[in-house]
């Protein structure tokens, strides 16, 4: 997630070298074949550019829109994950017997190894890693043979609860109550999934993309008569406007991967585990994740 | 659905090739008939097609976002089938006494064929192909003869589970919490079929036709004193945005077509078997769908 | 419903020929009138014409946005009925000891009776019409009395839920997952009331119409230098988008009129008779309805 | 709310005769002004007033928007509000032994006071006004100390349903299922007061009122050079347009201010009246509320 | 939240002084540069710096419409927050064998002290500041040691429901149906924070600010031969439009910032502690917060 910080130009600029390249051969590219064919190419009239970058304005506000949705709901997914996963062991401590059943402190480390790892198999690392702070040795061997290791943790806490129920530590009812806030994560993760696999509509960005050029050329047709340095600069700006526009839109829909503007899963997981940690009355609670310059991930 | 990878011109161009000879077409006649008539025919003012664009841009950015939102929803009702089916495992792994009971099987099996008969009865091919692998026998003959296949699945999974509270396998509670999944399958499966049955207003589609017809129209007797060889590359070029842009909107608002662009229900049915097999620890996994080429289905 | 086949002209015609012999009848006017004091009245600018236009556009998006979600919202509606009432009979069939107990196919018609006399209520048709059908002669008597027939239906219902409650043939527990069933239904016909009573902000469409003809007004003046012969086409075209898609949006905002454009609902109806019936093993199962030459309803 | 039927001029007129006369003026100061020292100041460039006009409309756009969501989701509160008194009432006759207890028509007529009260409180009308109709002598004394009266009544429901689970008339299921019901009524309740107390941002009306006045302003000057009898009407019309619509969005963003636009509270309460004694059986149901000309509350 | 009344110059004008100078010192220069080498520079088409503006406005018109979703789900979240208090304390005296029992009034008050310190804490005030008026002694001192104040709170009374079930005071299911409610506040805190940590997507303010210059530059260098004293004033004028709205977007979207346009937390904890001490009879009803001038916090 990118903070309240100054952005370092060079971020800014990386994000749309390729395509100003490309821009400006093309600009180049136009102003010299209309000046060199002058006389036979007529003058273009200079509302076509205009309205093409009206056109451009209002779907790139669209694309804009709906890439927003997409990142706005990952990150009330993992908001909702923080939720369920407070609730989860505060409903475990509630329902037990004994508030200091060591199953509990078993239930919420396992909790925090399932957002741990499921933040890093949405951003395709090794999910696996660093779990062996949080899970029993037995645990983990279960989880590394599953392809899905989060599901597997979910399920390993599910026959925890059954186990529960069936020492009577807790009642059927509580039993169903317990299954329906996993039942919730379970949701929350499949959700995360679905946004990360499902690529936004693929040739909606092209023609986006084509749009742009052609603002590009018609621009430097109907401007050829003024010396390419002072068109030049009006192009590369104006077109800079929507290239910079449209790959925020690109990065905001893909939140989940490894990119100053992700989703900060990481951090979200720690808070968890700091929250999790405080409701077990555990000794040593970690730090927040401190921020990388001007992002936090 | 369509892949992060290069897309063949010719997939573009063959969505549009219709409506392009039609642009084409038009665009001939609007030049040669103004010409011909040039001293009949006063001049057409600029900023009439100009407008004409803005308001086409205006009115194909809420189509799409329309259409986006149905393909969005789409997606979404899968990924709650997903999450319930994964679920719905879990929780008869966690309810029944015998977490190796075989009627877990039998019913995560039925679970399977429930997704991939939903997916192509969706896409109007064949129900039954392929459950023969997930059903027993006297299921497949069962659900032969209705017409919804999908529902008459979930109708059996909610008898076995009833049987599963008569044999005192379950309690009322779990008998209850069980039901409830299974009603937000049933809902999941009646989304997608209102998705696939709505047909997206026609008159609509009809009027944004016509009036790029128009745009055409007019612009071309604007033009028409620059020669055809110039002016019909910019008419088809303009129109072709426009053209793509509701071809684009026209696919994703029917998502279970057959098409490149639909909803991957297979890839997704695929999925849900594998997780189900592995919470199951079923021997052979099978693998994920591949990609057709530059889409997944 | 529209559906995917050719529209009548006459059908489209017919929307805006009201509309359009006004717009002419204000296009003359303007024109001779003008015409008439060419020397008195000023040149109109011609931006004038075109920012209305496009202000027009952007007014008229957004009345099709909020019209096609009050019918998407009366689609999904009468989508959560078809669910709930395919669960309903699921869990009819579940909850009892036996699962050919009359009872269940007394209430399976019944929901049947409910689908029908809501969509006739909602038509504002004669809601007993045909129920003779499904419903006994008692109940049939009894809901004669009510103003609003279906939710007598739905009271029906509930008595006899409580009369299995009360004979031991369900437990308490069922009988709450059923009611809540039940409260389900009763809020989708709410839902289906309020889109049907709620009357669209009435004032936003008169100053839309005040706009339109605004707009032939303003158009009229600045082009009174053109003949009225290419001037009045020009005029009609494009008034004529306006008010077609203005009337399309009319149309969509009130699904339940007997219009071509309504939800379905007698289709859906039938579609839910099919599934009850198949569920309930039936002899008879009924055809879908057919479609009314481009509609169905 | 305003009915499908002609709205008289005056009402229309009376909504923005304030700032038509701001309008006038500002036109009228800046016409001479800019005649006067029509050598001094430059010519407008006519594209300005042109794209200031464009962004209002846009602007206008979102507000008409934003508003019409919250004027929707008041009538949708409303419309919960008779889902879930209706099935209150089913509930009780559904989970109570005798179907024909006093009590539960003791809790229908509270529920009817309860609507008719939190309409009266959201219009700011004295909420105790008619309802000694519904509520007993002593109800009526202990909600006249309650700041929050429909709390009170909610409050009242709620502990005589504790006193039916005491007296063994329902099970601790039926007791909390009717509890989930009294949550979403209070839940109802609160969002319909949040609509009510939340101001719509305030400096966002003020800026785009700037904005207009600087529209008529820029125009204006544009068009010094017409004589003022010509030029004054455009004005007139092209700023009404804006503002009626705004006026339109400003109205419906409040919707329980007792006026014509309302939300139609008290015709709604009546409507459930008519149900709720209806499902008793009643002998005396009353007629519905009669729309007041051209509009109903 | 700013109110209905009268909002001092000086607020709106702090808002956007730095903003403004930053702007003239761009006109004045480029006033300059471009009359001074008038020669050198060629004229600048006049529809680039309008087209520029109906961008922004485009542009500045999906950022408020996403910075309004923000603010009003912060102000939905606060809804929730007052509808499940009240809703609290009504379930403990329906759920309770005694309604006076003095541990609802306990719960009750540290409902209260949960809202208030909830608000501090998103404000980023000290959270335990003037709790002690609603906490003992005790509970103080335990949730002092925790990171996270209000779901310490959250805790104890889950803690002290847990203590009423192994009483006897209420059942397993009451239990299950207040930590239902209990989960639906630590839902409303975990979406509070959310809005709260999220920053809004910075780089697509940057792009505005960006396109905001530009838009003064092009239509500076379009004016140049307009004297500067008066195409400053239509400079300032424009781009304070912008700079307000988009202004007032930035300010909606973080809305627990102790800025006037926060939403009012204080005055809605205020609201509630009004609501429960009136439910449980407390003879002391604290007034409701008063408005700050313009706003209220």
Same mark, same amino acid.
């Given at each position: 997630m990118l903070l309240e910080k100054r952005i370092p130009a060079s971020y800014?600029?990386?994000?749309?070298?390729?395509?100003?390249?490309?821009?400006?051969?093309i600009g180049i590219c136009a102003h010299f074949l209309s000046s060199a064919f002058i006389e036979n190419i007529p003058?273009?009239?200079g509302n076509i550019p205009a309205f093409l970058g009206t056109a451009i304005t209002v779907l790139l506000s669209f694309k804009i829109s709906q890439s927003y949705d997409r990142w706005?709901?990952?990150?009330?997914?993992?908001?909702?994950?923080?939720?369920?996963?407070?609730?989860?062991? *505060?409903?475990?401590?509630?329902?037990?017997?004994?508030?200091?059943?060591?199953? *509990?402190k078993l239930m919420g480390y396992r909790q925090i190894a399932w957002c741990y790892s499921l933040g890093r198999t949405l951003r395709g690392l090794n999910p696996?890693?660093?779990?062996?702070?949080?899970?029993?040795?037995?645990?983990l061997l279960y989880i590394t043979d599953h392809k899905n290791k989060p599901?597997?943790?979910?399920?390993?806490?599910?026959?925890?609860?059954?186990?529960?129920?069936?020492?009577?530590? *807790?009642?059927?009812?509580?039993?169903i109550q317990l299954d329906s806030t996993l039942v919730r994560m379970v949701d929350s993760m499949g959700k995360a999934e679905r946004i990360n696999g499902t690529v936004f509509p693929k040739t909606y960005r092209l023609f986006l993309h084509f749009a742009i050029y052609l603002?590009?050329?018609?621009?430097?047709?109907?401007?050829?008569?003024?010396?390419?340095?002072?068109?030049?600069?009006?192009?590369?700006v104006l077109s800079s406007v929507f290239?910079?526009?449209?790959?925020?839109?690109?990065h905001l829909q893909d939140p989940f991967r490894n990119r100053p503007s992700d989703t900060s899963v990481t951090a979200i997981a720690r808070t968890i585990e700091i929250n999790i940690k405080q409701l077990l009355n555990e000794p040593d609670i970690p730090e927040p994740v401190q921020?990388?310059?001007?992002?936090i991930l």
């Amino acid at each position: 997630m990118l903070l309240e910080k100054r952005i370092p130009a060079s971020y800014i600029f990386n994000k749309i070298k390729k395509d100003l390249v490309i821009i400006i051969f093309i600009g180049i590219c136009a102003h010299f074949l209309s000046s060199a064919f002058i006389e036979n190419i007529p003058e273009m009239p200079g509302n076509i550019p205009a309205f093409l970058g009206t056109a451009i304005t209002v779907l790139l506000s669209f694309k804009i829109s709906q890439s927003y949705d997409r990142w706005w709901e990952a990150r009330k997914v993992w908001g909702a994950i923080v939720n369920d996963s407070r609730s989860f062991v *505060i409903q475990l401590q509630s329902f037990l017997q004994d508030a200091s059943n060591p199953v *509990i402190k078993l239930m919420g480390y396992r909790q925090i190894a399932w957002c741990y790892s499921l933040g890093r198999t949405l951003r395709g690392l090794n999910p696996l890693e660093g779990l062996d702070e949080y899970l029993k040795e037995k645990d983990l061997l279960y989880i590394t043979d599953h392809k899905n290791k989060p599901l597997a943790i979910a399920q390993l806490n599910a026959l925890t609860i059954k186990n529960l129920y069936q020492t009577n530590e *807790i009642d059927t009812f509580k039993h169903i109550q317990l299954d329906s806030t996993l039942v919730r994560m379970v949701d929350s993760m499949g959700k995360a999934e679905r946004i990360n696999g499902t690529v936004f509509p693929k040739t909606y960005r092209l023609f986006l993309h084509f749009a742009i050029y052609l603002f590009v050329i018609t621009l430097s047709i109907s401007l050829r008569e003024i010396p390419l340095i002072f068109e030049l600069p009006l192009l590369i700006v104006l077109s800079s406007v929507f290239l910079l526009l449209e790959k925020t839109a690109y990065h905001l829909q893909d939140p989940f991967r490894n990119r100053p503007s992700d989703t900060s899963v990481t951090a979200i997981a720690r808070t968890i585990e700091i929250n999790i940690k405080q409701l077990l009355n555990e000794p040593d609670i970690p730090e927040p994740v401190q921020p990388n310059g001007f992002y936090i991930l």
